[in-house]
């Protein structure tokens, strides 16, 4: 079965500094791979993707992840933390014949 | 602006009553979800369906129910049979179903609470 893991419950980070959420993954064959940032009570909102291609990945809000395959990890990375990023982050996972499997959330605090 | 529209936003249910939450998407996406979200964990699928008329279980169906009979809509079920309902329910939907590598869309949720 696959899985996906966030072993940070909280990530605290002053602002201006840079930020990573970490994200493992067990996924069998290629392994589509998402990240989404949820605000206080709202839906989940889609920041970024990996399906193939470029470990670096660009997303939305000048957040990117970076994928590496011998160590089954797709961190979230940001090099400049806002304030207005706090919020609860989720990874992902997923393949060609699966359903997503969402991560148990990591909750990022910046602090001015 | 395309998009899912959850509602209510907050709901309350008695013991013993059924209630309904809606779940509409004008994203013209096949697939839709619905996933239960607790204090502390994440995301976990109660119900899936891929196209119209057709719907599977997810990981926690059980005290739930669905029906699909328009492509635009999916609305969920909470029924007296699920002992512990009061959760924040979230409502998806992507361009295809299992397997797909394009992301989900996710509508603003419904609080649901026992009075």
């Known amino acids: 079965a696959q899985s996906v893991a966030q072993p940070e419950d909280q990530v605290n980070v002053a602002e201006g500094n840079p930020l990573t959420v970490k994200c493992t993954y067990s996924?069998?064959?290629?392994?589509?791979l998402f990240w989404y940032v949820q605000y206080p009570n709202r839906g989940l909102q889609f920041l970024l993707k990996y399906i193939t291609g470029d470990n670096l990945v660009k997303g939305s809000y000048g957040f990117e992840a970076e994928f590496n395959k011998s160590q089954t990890s797709f961190h979230l990375k940001k090099p400049s933390a806002l304030v207005s990023d706090s919020a609860l982050y989720f990874c992902a996972a997923g393949n060609a014949g699966n359903m997503l499997t969402f991560g148990g959330g990591t909750r990022l605090m910046v602090k001015p | 602006d395309g998009g899912i529209t959850q509602s209510p936003k907050y709901l309350f249910r008695k013991e013993g009553q059924n209630v309904t939450l809606s779940c509409e998407q004008n994203?013209?996406?096949?697939?839709m979800y619905w996933y239960r979200q607790d204090p502390g964990q994440g995301l976990r699928l109660i119900y899936y369906s891929q196209i119209v008329n057709d719907f599977q279980k997810g990981d926690i169906a059980e005290g739930y129910s669905v029906s699909r009979e328009k492509k635009e809509s999916f609305p969920l079920t909470v029924t007296s049979a699920q002992k512990n309902p009061t959760a924040f329910y979230l409502c998806a939907s992507s361009m295809f179903g299992q397997g797909s590598n394009q992301p989900q869309h996710f509508g603003d949720g419904t609080r649901l609470s026992i009075l």
């Open positions: 994203l013209n996406h096949d697939a």
């Open positions: 996924v069998s064959g290629n392994p589509y």
